[in-house]
């Protein structure tokens, strides 16, 4: 495709369930991040990739959050034991660096309520 | 610790008026960009600018990185209902994993 997706786009679930939240990035583009936006607020740094290696992990608000990469393109963030809390916008976004500046490109992102 | 303030958080003017939003810092920043999210969708860049005291146009928009590289600020003329969205600036760093530092964006709204 020709920008970042997500899937799904929405996700309501129980307190405690587990989710997983996908993000297919723009191809070719080796750097991959994971946002976290509450309601109308900004945007919170969840996670860097470059390639399938994700070298700062401290981010993750806890260790119920984990996230993968494969093959240097779709990553999934998964939630264990979903909090109310947990409630938000999860946004990935793709970059490719031009001339020194690095640009990110957003994913629509995946609204997620816990219930 | 929010490492880039937003100012004002919420912004609802008439149609025509100008207005100017601020992005305040304690960190000196290698570039500053500016991007706006409408509802349901992921933030767009609008423009990044690079060097202190650097001045970048948009069509109504006009956008300023301080001298000193720790804060600038997005001038619109004439608003116009269209511009109504989040517009959030973003710290670029070069260090860390943590790229992008987001501030807490602007909520405007433009009334006709």
């Known amino acids: 495709g020709a920008g970042v997706s997500q899937s799904p786009s929405n996700k309501v679930t129980e307190k405690g369930k587990d989710v997983e939240l996908r993000c297919d990035p723009i191809s070719g583009h080796t750097a991959l991040y994971w946002y976290r936006q509450s309601l109308g607020q900004g945007l919170e740094f969840l996670i860097y990739?470059?390639?399938?290696?994700?070298?700062?992990k401290s981010g993750l608000p806890s260790d119920r959050f984990s996230a993968e990469r494969t093959g240097g393109s779709v990553s999934t963030l998964t939630i264990q034991r979903t909090q109310q809390e947990d409630s938000a916008v999860y946004l990935c976004a793709s970059s490719l660096e031009l001339a020194g500046v690095e640009t990110q490109y957003f994913g629509p992102g995946t609204r997620l309520l816990v219930l | 610790t929010q490492l880039l303030e937003q100012s004002p958080q919420f912004l609802s003017i008439q149609e025509g008026e100008n207005l100017t939003v601020y992005c305040n810092s304690s960190?000196?920043?290698?570039?500053l960009q500016w991007y706006r999210q409408e509802p349901g969708e992921g933030p767009v860049l609008l423009v990044t600018v690079v060097t202190g005291g650097e001045v970048k146009k948009l069509k109504r928009l006009t956008f300023q990185f301080g001298d000193a590289r720790k804060d600038s600020s997005l001038h619109i003329t004439a608003a116009q209902p269209g511009d109504t969205g989040l517009y959030l600036c973003?710290?670029?760093?070069?260090?860390?994993?943590?790229?992008?530092?987001f501030g807490q964006g602007t909520r405007l709204t433009i009334n006709p």
């Open positions: 973003a710290g670029v760093r070069l260090q860390g994993a943590q790229k992008l530092v």
């Open positions: 990739f470059q390639g399938n290696s994700a070298p700062d």
């Open positions: 960190s000196v920043f290698s570039s």
